[in-house]
T-cell receptor, first 113, second 115 residues
């Protein structure tokens, strides 16, 4: 079945550092890919998405490019802030009779001032 | 403002008790979903519904039940058959489609604790 693998956390960085969170996927079809962010005690918020190969999703300084050849969707940000501290989830959606999201295990990010 | 509301924010369950978690959306979405989140893990799908009066089991439906009598509402009941109910429960909704491209939007969650 479909699956998503994220780099293990936790990840700790200093403010203004460059961020990469790796995400790779396995899917039988042509999935759409998503990054969600979860702040402490809250639900998930959509951060960005890409629906076909070579698409780049971007939002709030975060970017991710849908790489079909490497089955990857790595999240990047050039200069992180303390407010970016959260848990980040990579997910895929591949319609097979129903639209269901398959999530990675999440990566906890902490940014120190 | 459009969105998804879940209540209560915290819920306590006694042994042998059934409890119901509420989920309401005013986004005019056809599809609704329930996920369970355990500490340090990703989300797992419990049940989903694509239209009113229809719902399907997800990956971990045992010990749970749902109903979909109205488009806006998708309550989840955690029954006494669910032996390990302590978790964070998230409701989501989306437009229904067959492309897999639709975005799911999430509510703020309900934390269920066992007394």
């Amino acid at each position: 079945g479909d699956s998503v693998t994220q780099m293990e956390g936790p990840v700790t960085l200093s403010e203004e550092a460059f961020l990469t969170i790796n995400c790779t996927y396995t899917a039988t079809g042509y999935p759409s890919l998503f990054w969600y962010v979860q702040y402490p005690g809250e639900g998930l918020q959509l951060l960005l998405k890409a629906t076909k190969a070579d698409d780049k999703g971007s939002n709030k300084g975060f970017e991710a490019t849908y790489r079909k050849e490497t089955t990857s969707f790595h999240l990047e940000k050039g200069s992180v802030q303390v407010s970016d501290s959260a848990v980040y989830f990579c997910a895929l959606s591949d319609y097979q009779g129903a639209q269901k999201l398959v999530f990675g295990q999440g990566t906890r990010l902490t940014i120190n001032p | 403002d459009g969105g998804i509301t879940q209540s209560p924010k915290y819920l306590f369950r006694k042994e042998g008790q059934n409890v119901t978690l509420s989920c309401e959306q005013n986004l005019n979405h056809d599809a609704m979903y329930w996920y369970r989140q355990d500490p340090g893990q990703g989300l797992r799908l419990i049940y989903y519904s694509q239209i009113v009066n229809d719902f399907q089991k997800g990956d971990i439906a045992e010990g749970y039940s749902v109903s979909r009598e109205k488009k806006e509402s998708f309550p989840l009941t955690v029954t006494s058959a669910q032996k390990n109910p302590t978790a964070f429960y998230l409701c989501a909704s989306s437009h229904w489609g067959t492309s897999g491209k639709e975005t799911q939007y999430f509510g703020p969650g309900t934390r269920l604790l066992v007394l």
